[in-house]
């Protein structure tokens, strides 16, 4: 079957072998430029009292982002992460929710002027 971009579409067991291959080159790259992978969270871990549920590595990220620094030696991660919709709504037991998506989200913290060379 061909995707809107006119490309075959992934078999499911195609789809998370190269979502694998793409997490490992990422961290591949970013060991070899001296950051550290911090773990991930649980996806409902509570670290994050604005949201129910961690949807993005920058919920995990948001201390260092609302102080305004960088970590050092600086970091990046993979984080699962789970996208609702009507959130609000999943207390009521009758409701059946209407789920968004999981996935595996990458990232890390890199200094204004170090972003051409984190991106090279």
Same mark, same amino acid.
């Given at each position: 079957?061909?995707? #809107? +971009? /006119? @490309? @075959? $579409?992934?078999?499911?067991?195609? =789809?998370?072998?190269?979502?694998? %291959?793409? &997490?490992?080159?990422?961290?591949?790259?970013?060991?070899?430029? *001296?950051?550290?992978? !911090?773990?991930? !969270? @649980? #996806?409902?871990? /509570?670290?994050?009292?604005? &949201?129910?549920?961690? *949807?993005?590595?920058?919920?995990?990220?948001?201390? +260092?982002? =609302?102080?305004? $620094? &960088?970590?050092?030696?600086? !970091?990046?991660?993979?984080?699962?992460?789970?996208?609702?919709?009507? &959130?609000?709504?999943? !207390?009521?037991? %009758?409701?059946?929710?209407?789920? *968004?998506?999981?996935?595996?989200?990458? /990232? *890390? #913290?890199?200094? =204004? /002027?170090?972003? @051409?060379?984190?991106?090279?």
């Amino acid at each position: 079957m061909i995707n #809107i +971009y /006119g @490309k @075959k $579409r992934f078999s499911p067991e195609e =789809a998370k072998d190269h979502v694998e %291959s793409l &997490v490992s080159d990422f961290k591949d790259h970013y060991d070899s430029l *001296g950051y550290t992978e !911090v773990p991930s !969270v @649980k #996806i409902t871990s /509570g670290i994050d009292p604005t &949201v129910r549920f961690i *949807g993005s590595h920058i919920s995990v990220f948001k201390p +260092y982002l =609302a102080e305004d $620094r &960088v970590p050092s030696p600086r !970091v990046y991660m993979r984080q699962d992460c789970l996208r609702t919709r009507n &959130v609000e709504k999943l !207390v009521d037991h %009758s409701y059946f929710p209407n789920w *968004g998506s999981y996935f595996s989200s990458i /990232g *890390g #913290i890199v200094c =204004a /002027g170090k972003i @051409k060379r984190s991106m090279q």
